[in-house]
């Protein structure tokens, strides 16, 4: 059974740091491509970031230099270090492997200005 569990989330001044986290299973840490997207009120769900299985990585413009994403091979686990948190990151934070139709359940960040 495939799933995804998103933690970390959490409240933030301006300026801070989080580190969330998305445990797999299932097999879905298999696939090709992982990647951690975002959802703020009132907006579409955007993509953030992406990391391939060899560990090739690619970051939507605005978030490029502040979030680092990374996988953990002995853990199944898919990682999303974001820094230098602003307003506008505020956000429910989804993982998922984009060939897959399997989504979790998110977590919410909050960044507070």
């Known amino acids: 059974q495939v799933q995804l569990v998103e933690s970390g989330g959490g409240l933030v001044q301006s300026g801070g740091s989080l580190r969330l986290s998305c445990a797999t299973s299932g097999g879905i840490f298999g696939a090709y491509v992982l990647a951690w997207h975002r959802q703020a009120p009132g907006k579409q769900r955007e993509l953030v970031a992406t990391?391939?299985?060899?560990?090739?990585?690619n970051y939507a413009d605005s978030v490029k230099g502040r979030f680092t994403i990374s996988r953990d091979n002995a853990k199944n686990t898919v990682n999303l270090q974001m820094n230098s948190l602003k307003p506008e990151d505020t956000a429910v934070y989804y993982c998922n492997a984009p060939s897959y139709p399997y989504w979790g359940q998110g977590t919410q960040v909050t960044v507070s200005s």
């Open positions: 990391i391939t299985i060899n560990g090739d990585t």
